[in-house]
């Protein structure tokens, strides 16, 4: 019994040895199993964003639930502020600028702490700049963007994060400079963005895209057309083997056509365009619709199709009186809140502003009861003589460097002589010299097109005080706000009109449309008022001379 009873207590010894064993094994995987779950379920921050990236060139209905989503979910602070600028592009590519600013510049109780780090900083200054520009208030954002590409260390950073903002900001950098009609220094930019990125991932490749397609643009108005036809041959190759990039496909055949456009090849900018069009047909992108708008519009025109001249130019002129009063609230909505976080950046008050309206809509009354008073008066042949020789003689100026030199100087002592008949108490003359440097800045954006424009406007677009506008303008352009703004649009279409074929088959009604006119006869009247001849003797005096 005893030798039976000591083999039976081996044998539970063992077995109670293999149990524990097995539960060893059963606890520890018990233990662990979290922890490789989570690692399944959770996966890496930045594969998210990438997908939300994606998402924006797809559909940007889809962006915004999809980062939204992400947003809700997420408590990192960094990771909040770069969904909301992904969310914050997409409405901006809609058309809805308000819900665009609105969304970037919503602060967690955390974020208001000051206790940021460095590429969240870095972060929230592009996303202003970026702002910005979707505002179309590029002066606000050249400046930003150059007080932070200053530092040295920043441009020398390895962050992988740092270098895609990096990146971003040189390409915002290039697009103001070629809105400015500097490609030289908007091929520089791009081509600094593009040495930041690499192909990691997809935001790195369409931001890619995007450069080839900026470099295309900037190197037509230099007239490297094959240069310029080769790049997007290769990027829209290279979009198709990836496929789904609605937006970023669009873009690249809207380019396309300014090529076949600038060849006067319009059948061939036309099919194009029909091809990027089809792309974002059904998909929410206003912000590039208006654009494609415009471009059919001027295409049939070249090709005297009438019917679709009409539809196109209908559909952009609803469109772009919709984009524009949206893009209007949007200037407002971020001057409000740069008085509120940022009142050192513009010298701009919120209780002056139904004040500012109100004064400027009496100023536009007077000055149009002012030019009806004008025009009646204008019935002397000898003097309408005169002004077509004196603005055939401005446009000669003009295109003269030597002459537009010998004229600068005439200005500057013309403007010493003024400066001291003024009231010195009023402006000094550095800060005068300073604004109409911002003007002279200014005018080559080509923002004076818009039909919109005001005082308050050209306030926001340079940063500068509407008194201080309105006086420089006024003792120095020799003219009245909108006197100054009428100019520069005539100005713009005459010299089209005289280096530009294509523009010489365009309507009278096309003109005053593209040079920001109400109508036909508001562009007709001021047209004559300056250049002494109608718009229709006008391009008749150049074909004739031409030929």
């Known amino acids: 019994m005893i030798g039976i009873s000591g083999k039976n207590n081996e044998e539970m010894i063992l077995m109670l040895k293999k149990i524990l064993k097995s539960n060893i094994s059963i606890l520890f995987f018990i233990l662990w199993c979290p922890v490789f779950i989570n690692g399944q379920a959770a996966p890496d921050f930045s594969i998210l964003t990438d997908k939300a990236f994606q998402k924006l060139y797809q559909n940007p209905e889809e962006c915004i639930s999809y980062s939204q989503s992400l947003l809700m979910s997420d408590k990192n602070i960094e990771h909040k502020v770069i969904l909301r600028n992904i969310i914050s592009q997409a409405y901006a590519l809609q058309g809805n600028y308000v819900q665009s600013v609105s969304i970037s510049n919503q602060k967690e109780d955390d974020d208001k702490k000051g206790n940021f780090s460095h590429f969240i900083q870095l972060f929230d200054?592009?996303?202003?700049?970026?702002?910005?520009?979707?505002?179309?208030?590029?002066?606000?954002?050249?400046?930003?963007?150059?007080?932070?590409?200053?530092?040295?260390?920043?441009?020398?950073?390895?962050?992988?994060?740092?270098?895609?903002?990096?990146?971003?900001?040189f390409q915002l950098q290039g697009i103001n400079a070629?809105?400015?009609?500097?490609?030289?220094?908007?091929?520089?930019?791009?081509?600094?963005?593009?040495?930041?990125?690499?192909?990691?991932?997809?935001?790195?490749?369409?931001?890619?895209?995007?450069?080839?397609?900026?470099?295309?643009?900037?190197?037509?108005?230099?007239?490297?057309?094959?240069?310029?036809?080769?790049?997007?041959?290769?990027?829209?190759?290279?979009?198709?083997?990836?496929?789904?990039?609605?937006?970023?496909?669009?873009?690249?055949?809207?380019?396309?056509?300014?090529?076949?456009?600038?060849?006067?090849?319009?059948?061939?900018?036309?099919?194009?365009?029909?091809?990027?069009?089809?792309?974002?047909?059904?998909?929410?992108?206003?912000?590039?619709?208006?654009?494609?708008?415009?471009?059919?519009?001027?295409?049939?025109?070249?090709?005297?199709?009438?019917?679709?001249?009409?539809?196109?130019?209908?559909?952009?002129?609803?469109?772009?009186?919709?984009?524009?009063?949206?893009?209007?609230?949007?200037?407002?909505?971020?001057?409000?809140?740069?008085?509120?976080?940022?009142?050192?950046?513009?010298?701009?008050?919120?209780?002056?502003?139904e004040k500012l309206f109100s004064t400027t809509g009496i100023v536009i009354l007077i000055l149009i009861a002012g030019m009806i008073a004008y025009f009646l008066s204008e019935s002397s042949r000898s003097r309408?003589?005169?002004?077509?020789?004196?603005?055939?003689?401005?446009?000669?100026?003009?295109?003269?460097?030597?002459?537009?030199?010998?004229?600068?100087?005439?200005?500057?002592?013309?403007?010493?002589?003024?400066?001291?008949?003024?009231?010195?108490?009023?402006?000094?003359?550095?800060?005068?010299?300073?604004?109409?440097?911002?003007?002279?800045?200014?005018?080559k954006s080509d923002n004076y097109l818009n039909k919109n424009m005001s005082l308050a406007i050209l306030s926001a677009q340079t940063g500068i005080n509407t008194k201080y506008l309105s006086e420089v303008i006024n003792n120095n352009k020799g003219k009245n706000f909108n006197g100054y703004i009428n100019e520069l649009r005539i100005d713009h279409i005459a010299r089209l009109l005289k280096t530009d074929p294509a523009y010489l088959n365009y309507k009278v009604s096309y003109l005053a449309e593209y040079a920001g006119f109400s109508s036909h006869g508001a562009f007709t009247n001021v047209f004559k008022s300056i250049t002494g001849m109608s718009p229709n003797t006008y391009i008749q005096e150049i074909i004739k001379n031409k030929n």
């Open 125 to 169: 200054d592009y996303n202003l700049a970026d702002q910005y520009q979707n505002l179309g208030l590029y002066g606000q954002s050249k400046k930003i963007i150059a007080g932070i590409l200053k530092d040295p260390e920043l441009l020398k950073s390895n962050n992988p994060k740092e270098r895609m903002v990096i990146a971003k900001l």
């Open 178 to 353: 070629g809105i400015d009609r500097n490609y030289n220094a908007a091929l520089l930019n791009i081509d600094k963005s593009d040495s930041y990125l690499n192909n990691n991932n997809e935001e790195n490749r369409i931001i890619k895209w995007e450069n080839m397609i900026f470099r295309s643009a900037f190197l037509m108005p230099q007239n490297k057309l094959e240069e310029s036809k080769k790049l997007l041959d290769e990027v829209i190759q290279d979009i198709e083997k990836h496929g789904n990039n609605a937006f970023i496909s669009a873009f690249a055949y809207e380019s396309m056509s300014r090529y076949y456009f600038l060849k006067g090849d319009y059948n061939e900018a036309v099919k194009q365009l029909e091809k990027g069009f089809s792309e974002i047909e059904n998909l929410p992108y206003n912000d590039l619709k208006i654009i494609f708008y415009e471009l059919f519009a001027r295409s049939y025109l070249a090709l005297n199709n009438d019917e679709k001249y009409y539809y196109y130019n209908n559909l952009y002129t609803d469109l772009k009186a919709k984009l524009d009063s949206n893009k209007k609230e949007g200037i407002q909505y971020i001057v409000k809140l740069l008085e509120t976080y940022h009142h050192k950046n513009l010298e701009f008050q919120e209780q002056h502003k």
């Open 384 to 443: 309408h003589l005169k002004k077509q020789l004196d603005f055939f003689e401005k446009l000669k100026i003009k295109e003269d460097p030597i002459s537009l030199e010998v004229e600068m100087l005439k200005d500057e002592t013309a403007k010493e002589n003024k400066s001291q008949e003024k009231d010195p108490s009023k402006i000094s003359k550095e800060k005068e010299e300073e604004i109409l440097q911002k003007l002279k800045d200014w005018e």
